[in-house]
């Protein structure tokens, strides 16, 4: 159980472009839904701005955890590593 006291809503992340390699998926926090449904976005972290110099946060709904850097939509089969690279 979450700290909001019910699943989130929404995860929060920040897509990082990547020369000749796949975006790196770089989880910043989640999003959870208010009874008035206004949202709460709770952030362990805060993206970097890119290249034109916006900040982009990316929220989706929560999908099966993942161990690595790929996009939170792809199957975890479609890649042999399972290690997050820093």
Known sequence: MSRQGHDPAYRAYSVIEREGRDPFWQPLGAAFENSDGSYN???????????????????????????????????????????RRR
């Open 41 to 83: 976005v709770i952030l362990q972290a805060l993206p970097l701005p890119g290249p034109d110099g916006v900040c982009k946060i990316v929220l989706r709904p929560p999908k099966e955890e993942q161990s690595d850097d790929r996009s939170p939509d792809r199957d975890r089969s479609a890649s042999g590593s399972s290690q």
